[in-house]
């Protein structure tokens, strides 16, 4: 079975950081690009950031551009999300997704992601 799971989240005061992780299993992870989503209480869900494996590319939403970092640990099948100088509109539920990384041409859109995990809450605080 495929299945992605998130983890990292917490309470944090604004300036601060945390580093989300996200572990897969069940399917050819090298082949796969990852991305984060992030959907606070009302809103949209967005397009955070987005790694790929072909060609190591990185892609991050303009929300959290200069802030958060993605990398990948192909031996460890997990992608994490660094996420630096958080800011209360942070604030929300992170999942990630996966799917094979030449599947898609615009990775922000939520449709192109076949496979979800669970979220996990990330809260900032002022």
């Known amino acids: 079975d495929v299945q992605l799971q998130a983890s990292g989240g917490g309470l944090v005061q604004a300036g601060g950081s945390l580093r989300l992780s996200c572990t897969a299993s069940?399917?050819?992870?090298?082949?796969?690009?990852i991305a984060w989503f992030r959907q606070a209480p009302g809103k949209e869900r967005e397009g955070v950031s987005c790694?790929?494996?072909?060609?190591?590319?990185?892609y991050y939403g303009d929300s959290v551009k200069g802030r958060f970092i993605v990398s990948r640990d192909n031996a460890k099948n997990t992608v994490y999300l660094q996420m630096n100088a958080l800011k209360p509109e942070d604030t929300a539920v992170y999942y990630c997704?996966?799917?094979?990384?030449?599947?898609?041409?615009?990775?922000?859109?939520?449709?192109?992601?076949?496979?979800w995990g669970q979220g996990t809450l990330v809260t900032v605080s002022s």
């Open positions: 069940g399917f050819p992870f090298d082949d796969y690009a």
């Open positions: 790694i790929k494996n072909s060609d190591g590319s990185t």
């Open positions: 997704a996966a799917e094979l990384q030449d599947r898609f041409y615009v990775w922000a859109l939520d449709y192109v992601w076949g496979y």
